[in-house]
C-alpha cells in the first residue's frame, strides 16, 4: 500500500447470512400479498355481518405490510463500518484542535471525591494530544474536599497517564481497571501495576480520611496557597468565586514522570450568593463556559 497519508480512515463491510435474510424476506412478503388476496377476493357483500370489520381489517393489513416493506430498505444489504483510529491520528494529529472537557459536581458526600476525581482522570488519559487537552472540574458545591482530591490527582497523574500510553490500559480509570478481573501481560507489566496500584491506594486513603474528618491535613493546607480562597468560606451556598489552574499545559516544564507535557487542569467554584437563584449544574457549566470564552478571548486580543 501507498504512505500513511492515503490509508483508508474506516473499511465497509458487508454483513454475513445476506442471502439468507433476503429469502426469508421474500417468503414472509410472498406471505402478506397472499393475506391481502385472501382479504380482498373474501370482503362480505353488502348488507352481510362483519363488512366493515373486514374492511377495516384490510386496511390494517395492507398499512402493517407497507410499513413493514419499507423497513427493509436499510436491511437488504446490511454493511459495517470500521474505523481505523490509528490512522486518523497519524494523518491528522498536527492538526488536530484544542478540546476543553467538562467534569461536574456538586456536593462531596453525594459525589465522593474519590469517584469525582476518577472521572477526571479517566478523561486527562485519553488517547489525545496532552498539549490540546484541558480538563475543567466545576465544583458547585465550592468544597475544599474536592479542591484537595484534585490536587491529589493531579500528582498522580504524572504515573497514571504514562502507564496508560505504555500499556494501552482500558478502561481509563483508575478504579474501574484495578477492580477488573484482566491479569498484567507479562512480568515487567506486573512490576509496574504493583507500584501504580500502590500509588493509587495510598492516594485514595489520604482523600477518604480527609473525607471522614471533613479536614483538610495541615502538611497540605499549608503547602498549596490555594486553600486560602477558602478562608472566607461561609456555606455551600454563599462564597465567591474560587479559580485556581491546578496544571498549566502552556508551561513546558510540567511535565509526567517520562517528561511529556500534561494536559491543562483547572478548578473551578462559581459565586453562590442566597439571594440570587443559581440554577444549579446548569448555572455552573454557563459560568464555566464563559470563563473559558472569556480566557480564549484575552489570548487572541
Sequence with gaps: ?????????????????RVQYRLFVVSVFVGICLIW???????????????WGWIGLLGAELWFGLYWLLTQAH????????????????RYETDLPKVDIFVCTADPV????????????????????PE????????????????YALLEASHFAKHWLPFCKKFKVEPRSPAAYFNSSDDPLDANQSKELVLIKKLYEE?????????????IPEEARSKHKGFSQWDSYSSQRDHGTILQIIIDGRETNVTDKDGFVLPTLVYLAREKRPQHHHNFKAGAMNTLVMCILADKMTRIF
Design 110 to 129: 453525594i459525589e465522593p471525591p474519590v469517584m469525582v476525581i476518577n472521572t477526571v482522570l479517566s478523561v486527562m488519559s485519553y488517547d489525545y494530544p
Design 1 to 17: 500500500m501507498g504512505s500513511d497519508e492515503y490509508l483508508p480512515l474506516f473499511e465497509t463491510r458487508r454483513a454475513k447470512g
Design 132 to 147: 490540546k487537552l484541558s480538563v475543567y472540574l466545576s465544583d458547585d458545591g465550592g468544597s475544599d474536599l474536592t479542591y
Design 75 to 90: 436491511r437488504w444489504n446490511p454493511v459495517y463500518r470500521c474505523t481505523f483510529k490509528d490512522r486518523l491520528s497519524q
Design 203 to 215: 492516594m485514595e486513603s489520604r482523600i477518604e480520611n480527609a473525607t471522614k474528618l471533613a479536614r
Design 37 to 51: 388476496i385472501h382479504r380482498v377476493s373474501h370482503i362480505p357483500r353488502k348488507g352481510e355481518d362483519g363488512r
